[in-house]
């Protein structure tokens, strides 16, 4: 069996990463909900499955990047857009410490996903199909 280029163990590893950060707020959501310092109990309890389930299904992700298969490609770069978007909301909600690692995990992400390696191990390696003279169809 052939090993996955780095950059794809890279992009496993964020993605890993962001899982354990979801895991995180979870325990810190389901705290808060037995605490009662939720807004609304119920909805502390569904944030919390939500978020546990999340991670679980980001850990999925994790594991079939490190085993390059094509299918967790895009699941991992629409992870590296939501992080990326919710980076920035916390990062204007003034929440740096949790904002600005999830912008440098989305960025590294990005990266570690869109470099020529990983490229060609998530995509099965095909050449792109012979073009034609200009103005032929087909």
Do not use: K, N
């Amino acid at each position: 069996m052939l090993q996955s280029p780095l950059t794809v163990r890279a992009a496993a590893a964020v993605q890993a990463a962001e899982a354990a950060v979801v895991c995180v707020a979870s325990v810190l959501s389901a705290i808060d909900a037995a605490a009662g310092r939720s807004y609304r109990t119920d909805s502390g309890v569904a944030l919390t499955v939500i978020g546990f389930g999340t991670a679980v299904a980001l850990g999925y992700v994790a594991a079939g990047l490190a085993r390059a298969r094509q299918w967790s490609r895009t699941p991992a770069l629409l992870t590296q857009l939501f992080t990326g978007i919710v980076g920035i909301y916390l990062v204007e909600g003034h929440r740096y410490a949790w904002g600005v690692p999830a912008l440098a995990l989305t960025a590294a992400g990005f990266i570690a996903l869109l470099v020529p390696p990983s490229l060609r191990a998530l995509t099965g390696g095909r050449p792109a199909p012979p073009q034609g003279p200009p103005g032929s169809a087909g």
